[in-house]
């Protein structure tokens, strides 16, 4: 079946420095992606919206300079946390949609970011 | 404004013993609904979805929800719970639109005690 794989599934990173997370639809092509920012015990709060060859739509509050989302394919798009901060510490999870009408979105395994 | 309430926080039930976890939504269009399961540490898993038809969907695992327009809920039912159906449940509402995401509930922690 359809599945939508996140890379890497932890990360370490050091207070400053940038990291990409990677989300890939492996099976099928998805023109919108979903990105969800996770705290502990938390529900899952949604940053913006992907879609393949335009710029990315950022809920009110998420820094657009500060989380980057490229989606450069129909199967990839990425999420660069920049000059991270411990409190950039969090799960994000994307999601993926079959096409513009299909009827089940699919979820990543998740990234677990630690900003020391 | 579209959302989604999960009233329990917390629910614990013994092994063996039947499950009920309530979802309430509100949302402008004809609700598309879901049940996700995340294991800790772990990315969502699809438990069931409705769309339309009968109100009444089965899942995976046992699962099975109701959905009621008249009380705006989509409860998830299980007649026998398992020590490892112990997780996070969340309820999420959305619209058939590749555009739309979906809206979640803040979830409800599960655990199954012997």
């Known amino acids: 079946g359809a599945v939508v794989s996140q890379h890497p599934s932890r990360v370490i990173c050091k207070s400053g420095t940038s990291v990409k997370i990677e989300c890939r639809s492996l099976?099928?092509?998805?023109?919108?992606m979903f990105w969800y920012r996770q705290f502990p015990k938390q529900s899952l709060m949604l940053m913006a919206t992907?879609?393949?060859?335009?710029?990315?739509?950022?809920e009110q509050g998420v820094e657009k300079d500060k989380f980057l989302i490229n989606h450069a394919s129909l199967t990839l798009s990425t999420l660069t946390v920049t000059s991270a901060h411990p409190e950039d510490s969090s799960f994000y999870i994307c999601?993926?949609?079959?096409?513009?009408?299909?009827?089940?979105?699919?979820f990543g395994e998740g990234s677990w970011l630690t900003v020391v | 404004a579209q959302s989604v309430t999960q009233p329990d926080i917390h629910i614990t039930v013994s092994e063996g013993a039947s499950l009920e976890l309530r979802c309430n939504y509100s949302?402008?269009?004809?609700?598309?609904l879901f049940w996700y399961v995340q294991s800790p540490g772990q990315g969502l898993q699809l438990l069931l979805k409705y769309f339309s038809g009968d109100t009444l969907v089965q899942g995976i695992k046992g699962f099975e929800a109701e959905f009621k327009r008249s009380q705006s809920s989509f409860n998830l039912r299980k007649p026998s719970v398992h020590w490892s159906d112990a997780a996070e449940y969340f309820c999420?509402?959305?619209?058939?639109?590749?555009?739309?995401?979906?809206?979640f509930g803040k979830g409800t922690r599960l655990s199954v005690i012997a």
């Open positions: 949302y402008g269009a004809t609700p598309y």
């Open positions: 099976d099928f092509q998805a023109t919108t």
């Open positions: 999420a509402v959305g619209r058939n639109s590749g555009n739309t995401p979906l809206v």
């Open positions: 999601s993926a949609r079959i096409g513009q009408s299909g009827n089940t979105i699919y």
């Open positions: 992907s879609n393949e060859g335009s710029k990315a739509t950022y």
